[in-house]
């Protein structure tokens, strides 16, 4: 049995009986301070332990998320008509996509990138079109529709409760096709429908190279349009000007004479009440620019998103054309919610700064007309993980940089998005905190600055009692 005595032996503390003890001022000052310090250095190591601390890797992209990417995409293009406005998609792999309709939207919109009305539905011609075989001398010289320009224009489309114009351009193949077809459609209506004794309908052309700002004026951007203009119940605001129709259907003669006489059956003579009748005519657009929004997916591949005027049945003047835009959107990956981007900022300050970098910028052509511009962007783009403690993922977001220049192109000018994704991605992981290095940091401050404390206070008493007995010495 080990006695009490043995076991005394081995205090680390033994006690000084209190009477041999003595407090002094020096020692309560440096008591306070070793206090307070002790306090501030413990509120340190417990902010550091609640705080969030991160570390950052490179690796290879491992997505569970497969082998497409979501675009999605908010663009405004003031000078390109929905009437001809078309998404494609393409890439490396030969993949080739054009007019993509199923998950994108168009709105027409005026100068200032407002929306004019609802979503323009353009919708696919379902057969290519036909045109007829009258190209010889007997039809390629009629001219049975009026020529229709700036001046008699208003006055023409007033006199008439339908009038039909084909605005054309005289080097366009389109138009060359379908001007004897014209021509002798027009010839035909005017002899059912004289404008004299009948009064329903008249049909007009107009050349674009010639009176361009009529062309303007009524949104033509591709040759040939056919425009349906209605007298009287069309009326936009209060301005004067017509809505109109663009017609879509088959171009040969017999069609065209069949879609007219449609127009006319429903108006008595010298009526002109509206009743529509054909379905191979659509609202045409009622401002010049588009907006299209909406979402495409793409492989994870380098490719192109091309944003231009295209039609199988239809010619473009590339020295008209300006893809200047306005960006209100363009974002890769799944949409993140406002309020988990916002706990992510509060742990990663920087993340989500280059989600969406090219939001509310806007690319103008300022270049002379003709001068054939397209806009090109250039994306880079990489993936970031968050993952939190246990290996759960926070979120999943795509970065990228852009940067974008204006070049001449003898080709129709288009905005262009080529894309490139990273073939690495950034992990950001949350790094978890032992709470035993928590309680050894604080015990080694306390232990510590309550050590450091004692042998200054000891120097300090021994010092003084030194100086003391120095002047006492003097003194005698």
């Known amino acids: 049995m080990i006695s009490q005595s043995k076991l005394k032996a081995v205090d680390f503390y033994r006690k000084i009986p209190r009477d041999l003890t003595e407090a002094s001022l020096s020692g309560a000052g440096l008591s ?32 569970s998320d497969g082998d497409f990417l979501r675009m999605d995409f908010n663009i405004s293009f003031p000078a390109l008509s929905c009437e001809f406005a078309s998404v494609d998609v393409s890439d490396v792999l030969g993949t080739n996509r054009l007019n993509i309709t199923k998950t994108v939207r168009k709105f027409s919109i005026d100068r200032d990138l407002k929306i004019t009305g609802s979503e323009f539905h353009s919708g696919p011609v379902s057969h290519d079109i036909k045109h007829g075989d009258d190209v010889g001398e007997e ?35 389109w138009s060359v096709r379908l001007k004897p077809s014209w021509e002798k459609a027009a010839k035909i209506i005017r002899e059912r429908y004289d404008p004299e004794m009948d009064g329903r309908i008249i049909l007009g052309k107009v050349d674009c190279t010639e ?44 069609s065209l004479v069949k879609t007219m006489e449609a127009l006319v059956a429903p108006i008595p003579v010298e009526s002109e009440k509206h009743v529509p009748t054909a379905t191979v005519k659509r609202p045409a657009p009622l401002t010049g620019g588009c907006r299209i929004e909406g979402f495409v997916r793409v492989k994870k591949v380098p490719g192109n998103l091309i944003i231009s005027a295209r039609s199988g049945a239809h010619s473009f003047d590339a020295s008209q054309m300006n893809m200047s835009h306005f960006i209100s959107h363009l974002s890769f990956g799944r949409k993140i919610a406002p309020h988990v981007m916002s706990d992510v900022k509060r742990l990663i300050p920087y993340l989500g ?23 090109e962007h250039y994306l880079q783009i990489v993936k970031t993980e968050v993952m939190t403690r246990g290996t759960h993922k926070l979120v999943e977001e795509y970065e990228y940089t852009a940067h974008s220049s204006l070049a001449q192109s003898p080709q129709i000018p288009v905005a262009k998005f080529h894309f490139e994704l990273s073939p690495m991605q950034v992990l950001i992981t949350e790094n978890p905190k032992s709470f035993s290095h928590f309680i050894t940091n604080v015990c080694a401050i306390i232990g510590g600055i309550f050590t450091v404390a004692g042998i200054l206070d000891s120097v300090l008493h021994n010092t003084i009692r030194l100086m003391k007995k120095v002047e006492l010495g003097k003194n005698f």
């Open 32 to 63: 306070i301070i070793a206090a307070l310090s002790m306090m501030f250095l413990f509120g340190m190591e417990l902010s550091n332990y609640l705080a969030v601390n991160t570390s950052t890797s490179v690796i290879v992209d491992n997505s």
């Open 139 to 173: 039809y390629g010289e009629l001219e049975g529709s009026v020529p229709l320009t700036s001046h008699n224009f208003d006055r023409v489309s007033h006199m008439f409760p339908i009038v039909v114009v084909n605005f054309y351009a005289p080097w366009c193949p």
């Open 211 to 254: 009176e361009g700002d009529l062309c303007r004026r009524n949104h033509i951007q591709g040759y040939p349009s056919i425009r349906i203009f209605r007298k009287g119940s069309d009326l936009r605001e209060d301005h004067g000007h017509h809505e109109h129709e663009s017609y879509y259907g088959d171009r040969d003669t017999e």
């Open 353 to 375: 700064r280059s989600h969406d970098r090219l939001n509310g910028r806007s690319f103008i052509n300022h270049r002379d007309v003709g001068a054939n511009v397209t806009i």
